[in-house]
């Protein structure tokens, strides 16, 4: 049957009696394309039958679906027109991840983080009640995305509105790790109890219901389409359902990558460094056990920053608050005020939506929380909602905020131990997604010295200044091409302090210089550097390499890095080119 459908129309030709059986051909389709090619996997397991039954019953071409988070929606992509594309998905210039408005017709508000989607849908109902239309309007909202305020604040508002608003809460108890707090606990009773908290918000509610029964949801959905009012359908599912081993391990089994693709691959005994992630997580460890004052925050993501090693060790000592930034922020400052050390790890593009509380909560109060910013720099196939490439512009215009950013996970690892001692105010250490440089993290620790940079090596024709990990490209574009003894390269260290007299030195020895940063060039790092030289009467050149004023694509970030001349291969190309005309 699914061979016969390319759109939902084609969808609704079938009889309700065959959608179990279609539903059992497309799982085992996107079980096959996906081990394949990668993508996640578990969660889009999980939503199958509420997909297709969805699609059965709405005509989404004039009604409106949201998915949160976005991470679920590739079985309406295999159903909306993109099957042939389907094994492009998460690949350079292939499908997004996640909907994407300008993908398809069908993806009605583009999706990454958590928690927006009955925002978006009760904005697109309340213009439809405005203008007469009888547009249904639905968002499927998983247990996990609950934890996070904003959606609260749209029950909030749906409650004493009279728009077209179905809420699907898609209820697995897992966002990527296991769900954590009262919601959780909430949706788990919730059966049981006489009221519930939908109820009490003046929202009808109806379920729990089977979300893998296809024909009952069917039956639900088909029922519901007169009603024009609010309303709240619960659903229970199960991350993984149908593949035994991502039922198992529904973390583990949340993406897929080529390790999964080919069990049968023989193992390597090669050692390769530490994820940046990892080095943390170990890192945070050594440190809680040095200081009874340590303490670990993360918003629901203990598994992708490694602080699961803390929590594994030290459990009354991390705090998994759910998705909800903004409180981890806030919560943090609190424990800061009352003596403790908190390491409050949030993913980059992630801190976006706690800038307030990182301004008025923290930085303005001179409040000593320890910030790192896990997936700094391009992500990869996560692409553009997941990219943490304007951390350093954004952050950069905060009074009293100390902002490092090591090259390599020894530096991060001497980051962090100087800044539990740092009680003067906020500190962010940001670094990236991926392995570190050395296959033994567990360096000495050196005395790191606030407002200082590295220099890595010292020649006499072009002075080269980088921030972060992508120092490494340019390392490896130096000894490459050879250019140690023509090269000055200075590793950054800090955006905020710069090292002032350091860089003022190479404006007084060098007419060319390159600045690089694997993150948005607008108020970046390299405008930083620009404005100290123009202030010092620097009469040289100042070339500045980094992303451009536009939003990064998904892709492999050895091919974004490439596209965008961040490679070791296109920084020496410019080395050799640029370096021609500099003073001797």
């Known amino acids: 049957m699914l061979d016969s459908i ?6 609704r030709k079938l009889s309700k009696n065959q959608l179990t059986a279609l539903c059992s051909e497309i799982r085992a389709f996107f079980i096959e394309n996906i081990l394949k090619n990668g993508g996640h996997f578990s969660a889009n397991l999980g939503v199958v039958e509420l997909t297709v039954a969805l699609h059965y019953v709405y005509d989404f071409s004039s009604d409106k679906l949201v998915w949160d988070v976005g991470h679920q929606a590739y079985i309406h992509k295999l159903l909306t027109g993109r099957k042939g594309e389907f094994d492009s998905i998460r690949k350079h210039n292939g499908l997004s991840g996640f909907p994407k408005i300008d993908e398809s017709v069908f993806d009605h508000f583009g999706t990454g983080h958590s928690s927006t989607s009955i925002s978006a849908v009760m904005g697109m109902a309340e213009a439809s009640l405005l203008d007469g239309k009888p547009t249904k309007h639905i968002a499927v909202i998983g247990d996990g995305s609950l934890t996070g305020g904003m959606a609260f604040e749209a029950l909030n508002n749906l409650g004493v509105s009279k728009a077209n608003v179905l809420v699907v809460i898609n209820d697995n108890q897992m966002g990527i790790d296991p769900n954590l707090g009262a919601i959780n606990t909430h949706l788990g009773e919730i059966e049981f109890s006489q009221q519930n908290l939908f109820q009490n918000l003046g929202l009808p509610y109806s379920g729990p219901l089977d979300g893998h029964d296809v024909v009952a949801l069917v039956d639900f959905l088909e029922q519901q389409k007169d009603n024009k009012t609010p309303h709240v359908l619960h659903l229970k599912t199960i991350k993984g359902k149908g593949y035994e081993p991502a039922e198992k391990a529904q973390t583990d089994w949340h993406s897929v990558n080529y390790v999964k693709i080919n069990p049968l691959q023989p193992a390597t005994n090669e050692a390769k460094p530490l994820k940046f992630q990892d080095v943390f997580g170990h890192t945070l460890l050594e440190l809680a056990k040095m200081d009874d004052r340590v303490v670990g925050i993360t918003p629901a993501m203990p598994s992708g920053s490694s602080m699961k090693i803390m929590m594994e060790a030290m459990p009354h000592r991390v705090f998994d608050v759910g998705i909800a930034e903004q409180h981890a922020v806030t919560f943090a400052a609190g424990l800061a005020l009352q003596g403790k050390r908190p390491f409050c790890n949030i993913y980059s593009s992630f801190a976006q939506r706690a800038y307030d509380q990182i301004i008025h909560d923290v930085a303005l109060q001179k409040i000593p929380v320890i910030f790192c910013l896990d997936r700094a720099g391009m992500v990869g196939a996560d692409g553009p909602t997941h990219h943490g490439t304007f951390d350093l512009a954004f952050l950069n215009a905060i009074p009293n905020l100390i902002i490092l950013s090591p090259m390599d996970e020894h530096e991060l690892r001497n980051m962090m131990y ?22 033994d993290y567990q360096n000495e620790i050196q005395p790191f010295q606030l407002g200082t940079s590295r220099t890595l090596t010292s020649g006499n024709k072009l002075a080269i200044i980088s921030i972060g990990e992508i120092g490494v490209e340019v390392q490896q574009a130096i000894e490459l091409n050879n250019l140690q003894t023509e090269i000055t390269h200075v590793d950054a260290r800090c955006m905020k302090p710069l090292d002032s007299n350091t860089f003022k030195t190479l404006f007084d020895s060098f007419d060319k210089i390159i600045t690089i940063e694997e993150s948005c060039l607008l108020g970046g790092f390299g405008q930083q550097l620009k404005a100290m030289a123009q202030d010092h009467s620097y009469k040289g050149d100042i070339i500045s390499l980094g992303l451009p004023d536009g939003f990064v694509e998904h892709g492999e970030i050895e091919e974004l890095r490439a596209q965008y001349g961040l490679d070791a291969h296109s920084i020496g190309l410019l080395i050799r080119d640029y370096g021609k005309s500099a003073r001797q």
Do not use: C, E, M, Q
């Not at 390319?6 to 969808?11: H, I, K, Q």
């Open 6 to 11: 390319t759109f939902p129309s084609d969808l």
């Open 418 to 439: 100087w800044a539990l001692d740092y009680t003067k105010g906020p500190v962010v250490i940001r670094y990236p997604r991926g392995n570190g440089s050395f296959i």
